[in-house]
C-alpha cells in the first residue's frame, strides 16, 4: 500500500512539473505618452511612454508586473493608443516582434519559462521606446507554489520586485515628446530610478525597501529595463546571487555586496537580514544616485531590520 501511494505522489509531482495542471493567463496592457514625476530636490517631470492595465493610472513606468506560473500559455494582448508603431518581447523568451500600428491592438503569446525573473519591453526605435519608458517585469512561480525561488530551491521569507531604469530628459524624452529626431548616439542620462521612483521616495516606500525581522530571507528580483548596467550594492550583510536572467546558478551560491545586471537583464538575489538597524542599498555609481546631479535622489532605498 505504502508503495503505490509513493508512486501516486511522484506521479502527481510529475505532472505538476512537467506543467500538466498549468493554467492560461491572459493579459491587457494599453501603450500611452504621459509622464512621470520625480519628487524632491533635483526632481522634475519627464515625458515618458508606457505600458499600463488601463486603470485610473494611465502612466505606468515601469510598466505592471506580470505574475504566471512556469508551463502557464500566456496571452498578452497589446493596445497601441501612441501615433507610432511599438511591439512587446519578453527577453530571451519570447520570438513574436511585430510591431503594432499606431491604433491598432496585438495579441503576443508565449509559454511560460523556469521559475524567475524575466524583462520585457518594446525593442524598436533603436531602443528609444524602451528608454521612454516601454519595459517591466515577468515574474514567473514555481508550478508547485510556495515561498521557494523554483520547486526545491532555496526558500524565502519575502520578496521584493526593483525594477531598475535611467533617462536622458534633455536629449531623448524631451526631443521625442516635442516630435524631434534623437541622436542615439549621445546618450547621458541624468534621471535613475527604481519602481519608477527616485531615491527620495523610494527610500521610503514599504514595497520598496527591504524591511522585516532579523533573520529574515528576502528573495529580490533585480530586472534592469536600462541601458546601462546597474551596480547594486547592499550594506549590513552579503547576499547570494541565485539566478540570472532566469538561470539558475550553481551551488553553493556566489556571494557578494555588489553586482552589476547588465542592460536588458535579470538577477535574482537572497539577502537575509542578520542584524537590527537602518542601511542603505544603492547603485556603485555616484550619478546614478543623483536625480539630476541631485545625491541622494536616484537609483537607491532602505534595508531596514528589527
Partial sequence: MKRFLMLGLLCWAELISAGAYAATQNFTLYIDAGTLTINGAGGTV????????GGMAMTS????????????????TVVNRHTASH?????????????IAAGASRTYSFSAPAAGAYVYADTLNNNINREMGLYGALLVRPAGGGNTAWTGGPAYDFERLWVMGEMDKPRWN????????????????????????GGFDAMMDMGVMLHGA?????LVHIVNGGQFAHALHFHANHFKVIAINGVRQSEPFQ????FSVPPFSTAEVLYTLNKPGDYPMHVHTAQMETANGVYLNGAATMIMAQ
Fill in 46 to 53: 519627464i515625458d515618458v511612454l508606457s505600458f499600463s492595465d
Fill in 61 to 76: 513606468v515601469p510598466g505592471p508586473a506580470l505574475s504566471v506560473s512556469e508551463g502557464d500559455a500566456v496571452n498578452v
Fill in 87 to 99: 511591439n512587446f518581447v519578453v527577453s530571451g523568451v519570447s520570438t513574436d516582434a511585430t510591431a
Fill in 174 to 197: 524631451d526631443m521625442v515628446a516635442a516630435g524631434g529626431t534623437v541622436n542615439t548616439s549621445i546618450y547621458k542620462p541624468n534621471y535613475f530610478t527604481m519602481n519608477g521612483l
Fill in 214 to 218: 532579523v533573520g529574515q530571507t528576502a
Fill in 255 to 258: 556571494e557578494r555586496d555588489t
